[in-house]
């Protein structure tokens, strides 16, 4: 990755480091969040379309150790925030799985006419009565 990484000696006596590179076995867990215009039927129709993107890529994990995940964990200012959890075997598919999900998502969201929410501003002038 040419990523150099610096780890401070109070880590290294007190804490386990893990080498990503090292383990065949290891397994890294990434998380994509994203904001969904908040209607049942726009969510409801992305929890669907997300769970299909994970299945039809083979380099998320399915099983082991755990299948993808897709949480709905709040209400934003005006959006119901998603997170989509999922696991790839080794750390150089990490970025590359991102990057699938991503286009795949603006891709399909787009075509099944899914909305995300978009921040908004309201700017008023003084001289409005």
């Known amino acids: 990755d040419g990523v150099l990484l610096t780890v ?4 290294l006596t007190k804490d386990t480091i893990a080498n990503f590179n090292h ?7 990434v998380r994509i969040r994203l904001g969904l215009v ?7 129709k992305g929890e669907k ?4 993107i994970a299945k039809n890529n083979e380099n998320i994990c399915q099983e ?6 897709i ?7 005006q959006e119901v925030i998603m997170e989509i959890r999922y696991y790839v075997p080794n750390a150089p598919l990490m970025r590359s799985t ?6 795949e998502i603006l891709r399909q969201f787009e075509e099944q006419d ?3 929410a978009y921040p908004t501003r309201l700017i008023m002038k003084e001289d409005i009565e």
């Open 38 to 44: 908040p209607t049942w039927e726009n969510v409801v």
């Open 64 to 69: 082991k150790p755990k299948p993808p995940q």
């Open 23 to 29: 383990k065949d076995d290891m397994y890294l867990r």
């Open 98 to 103: 991102k990057s699938y999900y991503v286009k």
């Open 49 to 52: 379309i997300v769970e299909e």
């Open 71 to 77: 949480v709905l964990r709040d209400f934003g200012d």
């Open 8 to 11: 401070p000696n109070k880590l």
């Open 114 to 116: 899914v909305k995300l």
